[in-house]
């Protein structure tokens, strides 16, 4: 089999592998800490983590190629962390944008937005869950800043339960004065990590 790893060929024999799955365990081994597997296309085919479950059992030498791409940690947590930056201020005028929506005459209005902010909240914390895992291999104190994620799902979920009561002053309450405060701190830990991470690179 055909085994290229950013571009550059690699002997397969290397690796003592005889499945697929064992094959790409030794890749991470081999790139961690330093990088991580972001795609794979075997045989010519994307390989996404359905597929490579499917896959695993496969004998390599039963298949015809398998390219991988890694990147460096720390250039995806900044990538990251830039994007998050970049995003939190809209997030946080949707948020305040929807408490006037709410005050107003037509709450359906504040319904439909709401819709739209939850998806865009949850864009937000899968963010934050990547660039966790992008760090998992850096020092408890860099750990130490990411937000506490507990706290955001339980807005969220009191948020969903107010919607359900139709309760409308408890919705806009919530995300005036939790939802809001949370979200700019967010935003403080991601400029302030973000600072962290360049200068350690």
Not at 14 to 29: G, P, V
Not at 60 to 80: Q, Y
Not at 135 to 148: C, I
Request: proline share 2%.
């Amino acid at each position: 089999m055909k085994l290229t790893l950013d571009g550059k060929e690699i002997d397969t024999a290397k690796f003592s592998a005889e499945t697929l799955s064992d094959l790409i365990r030794k890749l991470e081994s081999m790139v961690s800490p330093e990088r991580v597997i972001i795609s794979m296309i075997l045989d010519g085919k994307p390989l996404d983590q359905k597929g490579e479950k499917a896959s695993s059992a496969e004998k390599i030498d039963g298949l015809e190629s398998l390219a991988v791409e890694t990147r460096n940690v720390h250039e995806l947590a900044r990538n990251t962390l830039d994007s998050l930056i970049g995003y939190l201020p809209g997030l946080i005028d949707t948020v305040n944008d929807c408490v006037i929506l709410f005050q107003g005459e037509d709450e359906s209005q504040g319904h439909r937005h709401l819709e739209v902010l939850i998806d865009g909240l949850l864009i937000a914390s899968s963010a934050w869950n990547g660039i966790a895992f992008f760090l998992a291999s850096t020092s408890g104190k860099q750990e130490q800043m990411l937000p506490n994620m507990v706290e955001f799902n339980e807005i969220l979920r009191s948020i969903l339960q107010a919607q359900e009561r139709s309760d409308t002053v408890l919705i806009y309450d919530i995300m005036e004065f939790k939802l809001v405060p949370l979200l700019e701190s967010w935003l403080e830990k991601a400029i302030g990590f973000r600072n962290l991470i360049k200068s350690t690179a």
